[in-house]
């Protein structure tokens, strides 16, 4: 398998979501400073069919940076870097301004490739635009926009002056680019590298991304390692975890009524099956537990067990028994497998719930002063 096949899993037919439109549009007029509030419930009126107008008003709003598409401002690498089930993320590189730094592209599919009438956004599927408007809103809140562990939103792209030089869709939305690809893909790419510091270092990372999340009344709704991008930054070269793809997300769980599926049924908690169940936190926090035994096995959960039993199996009694024989066949510490079993408790109201608790009891070890050893190669950007 090549490097470009391990970069990204097509997780476009694993979703279980539903979205819930108008509820999430009138619920991020409040999550929004005041002064976008009634722009944001103007757009819900306005779905299904949106115009680019209406929508730029809003970005606008946000303060969110239009990026000129002219051919001055991107140097363009035909490399597909993930899939999802209403986006397409690809590897760019701005080459003005002076830093020349690479970005990933999100780019919307629309509904037609015809060229006349790709530039509007009333061509892209509803809930592609539904999806792309809650991560800009996510990404743009004041305490999440410059949060090191969430990945930051450079801009739109200008796709009236863009879409005919680059043949790319109606709307993009322009990121940070992670040279060392998701969690996924490094683990998949370094098999066995990974030493337990660094484990332990990137599951603070996603706790940490996490609790600002809820900290911000923001369920993720779609944690997983494809959604985790791996950076290096600082003097000491640290190896850094963000949390990514917030299209799934919900806003205001706590305030308001509402209801629906986990993104990922893998990934999810039992009661998040179905679309009729309130969304809490505490489905996170499953995901969360997943994602520990999957850092620390190095490989997908449930391996070999059948999809179909998934839910039985998350609910049953063999359920802690193979926590325990997973994570002690990789020599786990038993402080990381009492955390794992609290996490992946069946019941919501039973499940550890509070990030806080999780990163206490993760730092037993002295880990915030651990440099990498080796610094890991990047992506082959050819």
Known sequence: MDSTQLAHVDDSEDYGFDLMLDNQLYSLSSFLPTQTSEIT??????????????????????????????SSQFRLFPRLLGRGGFSDIKYEQISSPASGRAVAIKELKPESTN?????????????????A??????????????HRNIVQLIGITD??????????????????????????FYTRSHPKEIDFDTKVKLIDDITSGLQALHSCDVVHNDLKASNVLLFSEGPDRRLTAKLSDFGCSFVLASYKTIKGSGATLLYAAPEAYVSTCLVKPSRDMYSLGLMIMEIMLEERPFA???????????CS????EYIVDQLQSVSAPSHVLELVKKLLIADPNERLSDTNT???DLRQGDVNSMVLSDYPSEIDER
């Not at 070999?304 to 998350?314: A, H, M, P, V």
């Open 41 to 70: 419930a103007a757009l819900a009126d306005s779905f299904p069919n949106p115009s680019m107008s209406e929508f730029i008003v809003l970005l606008q709003a946000l303060e969110v940076q239009f990026i000129n598409g002219g």
């Open 115 to 131: 060229q006349d009438h790709m530039a509007s956004v009333s061509n892209l599927p509803t809930n592609a635009l539904a999806q």
């Open 133 to 146: 408007f809650i991560e800009v809103c996510i990404m743009k809140h004041p305490d999440l926009s410059r």
């Open 159 to 184: 796709n009236a002056t863009m879409m005919p030089l680059t043949g790319l869709g109606p709307l993009c939305l322009v990121m940070e680019y992670s040279h060392f690809g998701s969690l996924e």
């Open 304 to 314: 070999g067990i059948q999809s179909d039993r998934l839910w039985e199996f998350k």
């Open 317 to 320: 009694k063999e359920m802690p």
């Open 358 to 360: 999780v990163l206490r």
